[in-house]
């Protein structure tokens, strides 16, 4: 049984994350990430990512690319940056070891596509987290956002999920 304590940081962990990708906090949404994290958007459940195509399937240097894109003013499909919301469910600690900590969470994300057709996008699925402790401080070993539409065609996911 985890402590009221360790589920209130992990929550806090996963509600300032949600914030930083909803408010194009791109660098501070960076600065969550270990050196070796892994940011991974499959196209469906069950996918093994050496064998399937992804969505999104990004290591440490990808992440660095993307959110280096996002913030230069050029990927032209978030100038501006989307509007976005999201609702997250409480957190579910799957499992924990060794100072790390596998948190899961149920989202259901607005976000209008103000760059083109002004249409709403609703992003509902399950997030899994990776946590780890380093110098005291939770960061992401991996963030892996499983769609529920995700083994379906899909619009440009140029934003942080």
Known sequence: MASYELINEL????LKESRYCDESLYSDWESLWTDDGRYWVPRGENKDPDKHVSHINDN????????????SGTRHSQV??????????????????????????????TEMAIQST???HIWAGRITYQLRREDGALKMASKTVALVNGDEPIANISFLI
Request: aromatic share 6%; charged share 25%; hydrophobic share 35%.
């Open 118 to 120: 002004h249409d709403m």
């Open 60 to 71: 440490r240097g990808r992440i660095h690319t993307r959110v280096k894109a996002l913030n």
């Open 11 to 14: 929550t806090q962990f996963i």
């Open 80 to 109: 501006p940056a989307s509007p976005m919301r999201r609702v997250i469910s409480p957190i579910e600690l799957e499992a924990e070891e060794g100072g790390e900590y596998r948190v899961g969470v149920n989202f259901n994300l």
